[in-house]
């Protein structure tokens, strides 16, 4: 499968943006995917992931209750809803696809063995 993410850009403190996650290939119902993020002099970690299959969701602390994971198997894509942004939510933004991925290993990237090319999202104060 390959991945292509986009939907990053600038956005003032308390904005909102969406990310999309699209995907190429067969069996994209068979994939969790995940949202990573790297800022800039910091590891990458974890955001959020939607399960395989029936999309059990996933979040990282720091963003729970202001993120929102969703997937539509029929248009092979994952979406990202960022709201409430903060300055500290700057960071190129990654997803990462892997089949069947097991509950326990959503959040730890080297199970992840389909990656895009992340998008930058820039939070101004």
């Known amino acids: 499968v390959q991945l292509q993410a986009s939907g990053g850009g600038p956005v003032q403190a308390g904005g909102s943006r969406r990310l999309t996650c699209s995907a190429s290939g067969r069996f994209f119902i068979n994939y969790t995917v995940a949202w990573f993020r790297q800022a800039p002099g910091k590891e990458r970690e974890f955001v959020s992931a939607?399960?395989?299959?029936?999309?059990?969701?996933y979040y990282s602390d720091f963003v729970q209750g202001r993120f929102t994971v969703s997937r539509d198997n029929d248009k092979k894509t994952v979406n990202l809803q960022m709201n409430n942004l903060q300055p500290e939510d700057t960071a190129v933004y990654y997803c990462?696809?892997?089949?069947?991925?097991?509950?326990?290993?959503?959040?730890?990237?080297?199970?992840?063995?389909?990656w895009g090319q992340g998008t930058q999202v820039t939070v101004s104060s």
């Open positions: 990462a696809a892997a089949s069947f991925l097991h509950d326990s290993y959503y959040g730890t990237e080297r199970y992840y063995n389909y």
């Open positions: 939607v399960k395989y299959g029936v999309g059990t969701t």
